[in-house]
């Protein structure tokens, strides 16, 4: 069975700049989650999706980031723009509803 | 969010020995709780779980253990190898959250060998 992918798994920008990290869930899972992870802390959601809508977006910074699942299968988080604090590994993850999550293997964030 | 912590942030242990990993969670309420592993330059991999009506589940090496009491989780990784080396972390669900899973801040495990 294929994993969650994620691309690109490394990007490098300067702030101000945007971004835009791409997730390809496991098929057939409904919940998608984006995480960020900043070096040595847990994963910390930013966004949780059910199909194409947003169950909660509630540590999701809304004035740079923004994140779409309109197909309910792929999802795309944007920031937009970049700021030093923003470096770290975004950590896309899915499950089937009421299941355990799986994850990708990441997309480490350096803003310079 | 929920506040879930560990213990202990660093472990070492000898190759060959058991090893416990602590967790305390912060929602009396939470009813399901996940351990993963972490490896340098990959996402968290699922390793064993547990839902609240349960204090014990084994799995291939690995037991987790669950005290609603004293909210404490833990997770015992028997035998331990090399391949074991990584950053454990536990996460909690409460409940009515629509699946949400809570971190805490990771333990690192480094198994000498």
């Known amino acids: 069975e294929a994993g969650v992918a994620q691309s690109p798994r490394y990007k490098i920008i300067e702030k101000r700049q945007s971004v835009a990290f791409w997730c390809n869930p496991i098929?057939?899972?409904?919940?998608l989650y984006w995480y960020q992870q900043i070096l040595g802390q847990g994963p910390k959601l930013l966004i949780q999706f059910q199909n194409n809508g947003v169950v909660d977006d509630s540590q999701l910074p809304k004035d740079r980031f923004s994140a779409e699942r309109l197909k309910g299968v792929d999802s795309t988080l944007k920031i937009q723009p970049a700021k030093l604090e923003d470096s770290a590994v975004y950590l896309c993850?899915?499950?089937?509803?009421?299941?355990?999550?799986?994850f990708g293997q990441g997309t480490r964030l350096t803003v310079v | 969010g929920e506040s879930v912590g560990l213990h202990l942030p660093t472990l070492s242990v000898q190759e060959g020995d058991n090893s416990i990993i602590n967790c305390a969670y912060s929602n009396s309420a939470s009813d399901y709780f996940i351990w993963y592993k972490q490896e340098s330059g990959k996402g968290p991999q699922f390793i064993i779980d547990i839902r609240s009506n349960m204090d014990k589940r084994q799995g291939q090496r690995v037991t987790v253990l669950l005290n609603k009491t004293v909210k404490h989780l833990s997770l015992q990784i028997a035998a331990t190898q090399p391949g074991d080396s990584a950053v454990y972390f536990c996460a909690e669900k409460p409940p009515n959250t629509g699946n949400q899973f809570y971190f805490g801040t990771g333990t690192s495990l480094t198994v000498i060998p």
């Open positions: 993850a899915s499950s089937l509803v009421g299941q355990k999550a799986f």
């Open positions: 098929s057939g899972h409904a919940t």
